[in-house]
């Protein structure tokens, strides 16, 4: 098993800058990928980013590629999602995600998940 934490949401106004955090604990040695989906009320959860867990390789979302960058350190079992240029479109519930097997941008390959944070970006 794997836990995961995330912090860092809040709110901010448009065009600021917010980063979040999530650290793993558990089984991580096990980990393949990580990753931020994101999700708000009465629509699916969306992938935003993910990372290789070894190699670093990234993989954004069109609608948040060159605003938000996912990095990770692996002494401390964190990635991070810095946001930047905020819109209110990013509104929404931030989850993080780790996957055992593979790196993708669909819901149902990870295998955990974060409880999440609220990003409120107002205008």
């Known amino acids: 098993q794997v836990q995961l934490v995330e912090s860092g949401g809040g709110l901010v106004q448009t065009g600021g800058s917010l980063r979040l955090s999530c650290a793993a604990s558990g089984r991580t040695f096990s980990t393949y990928a990580m990753a931020w989906f994101r999700q708000t009320p009465g629509k699916e959860r969306e992938f935003v980013a993910a990372?290789?867990?070894?190699?670093?390789?990234?993989y954004y979302a069109d609608s948040v590629n060159r605003r938000f960058t996912i990095s990770r350190d692996n002494a401390k079992n964190t990635v991070y999602l810095q946001m930047n240029s905020l819109k209110p479109e990013d509104t929404a519930v931030y989850y993080c995600a780790a996957s055992r097997t593979v790196i993708s941008g669909t819901v149902r390959s990870y295998d955990y998940w974060g409880q999440g944070t609220q990003v409120t970006v107002s205008s």
């Open positions: 990372i290789n867990w070894s190699t670093g390789s990234t």
